[in-house]
């Protein structure tokens, strides 16, 4: 049927009424409360998530965000801002994830953690927190990145959307078994014993609750090569193939999610070609994504331009919002 000039303004009508119910109930629902919750006890550790959800029943898609902090520091308290935003401004829940962390606690019990939030977040999510759990954005930055990139294979259902900010696919490469060029990571010196010493209590789940200091070890780890067989208890060169199921880059498929990734060409902590050889499988399975360069970005995109750094976040949260969609209006108590 030809559409009149009637027709079209009845048609816009709608549309602008539809947004402004929209525009509405988001205003209504206000800001987002903070909760924290325990999914998973391990002994006496609590694992624990902040859920920023609602005052209302309206279902939503949901954001995960997981911190980075190379598996070793860090907590869920790490949000990137720029995520937070565009959370909230879509009307989003967003919850921010704990895991155990290394060298107390080692690689395959972290991806069971990150593994077991997510059967937390579709078993509660639905009831407590009004999610949809068939609209799942996951990001992260570092190892952050690396565990969103983990997720979209590792997590059962798969989530529907990843951004992946200057993360890695691959475990057991020269940048990290073999002892670092850069002086980003000679900034603490420590012996082998004084650096153990840092990390020698009990497993934690959140490096405010590390007596000693991560980021010393870690930076021990880089300095001498050993950050792979200090997070598994594996050596990279002689038990290689034990890493590979958590190796995102040997794991991807045509059924992994659709992927945003962005990274800085001067990366000296997560070298800029972990993303192109992350890029360069999903074109070899035809896995849909989009991938940013960042012309001299650092890592965390310190010294590139600003206006192209805004610009990246900006396409990729339309990535992900095209995928995730808006909020439903449809009461679900």
Known sequence: MKMTGVNRGILKGLICATCVILSM???????PKMTTHVYKTVGDLEIKADVYAYPDNLVRPL??????????????????????????????????????LAPETQLPEIIKDIEDAFRWIRKEGPAKFHVDIERIAVCGGSAGGYL??????RVQPRPQVLLSLWGYGDLIGDWYS???????????????????????????ANSADR??????????????????KAVSGWNPVNQAEKFFPFMPMKNVTSDFPPTFLIHGT?????????SVMMARE?????????????????????????????GAY?????FITRILGKVSLENKP
């Open 25 to 31: 109930v988001m205003m209504a629902a206000g800001e």
């Open 63 to 100: 954001v995960v965000n997981i911190h980075g902090g190379a598996l070793i520091m860090g907590g869920r308290q790490s949000i990137n801002g720029r995520i937070r935003k565009m959370a909230f401004e879509n009307g989003y829940v967003l919850i921010s994830l704990d895991y155990r």
């Open 148 to 153: 969103t990139l983990a997720s979209g294979y």
């Open 178 to 204: 073999q002892p670092s060029s850069y002086e980003r990571h000679y900034r603490i010196k420590m012996s082998e014993t004084e650096a153990w010493k840092q990390v020698s209590g009990k497993a934690i």
């Open 211 to 228: 007596e000693g200091h991560g980021g010393a070890f870690y930076q021990f780890c880089r300095q001498k090569g050993l950050w792979p």
């Open 266 to 274: 001067q990366d000296t902590d997560v070298p800029h070609q972990q």
């Open 282 to 310: 999903f074109i070899i399975h035809r896995v849909e994504h989009r991938f940013l360069s960042i012309s001299q970005g650092e890592h965390g995109l310190p010294g590139a331009d600003p206006e192209q750094v805004e």
């Open 314 to 318: 900006k396409q990729a949260f339309e």
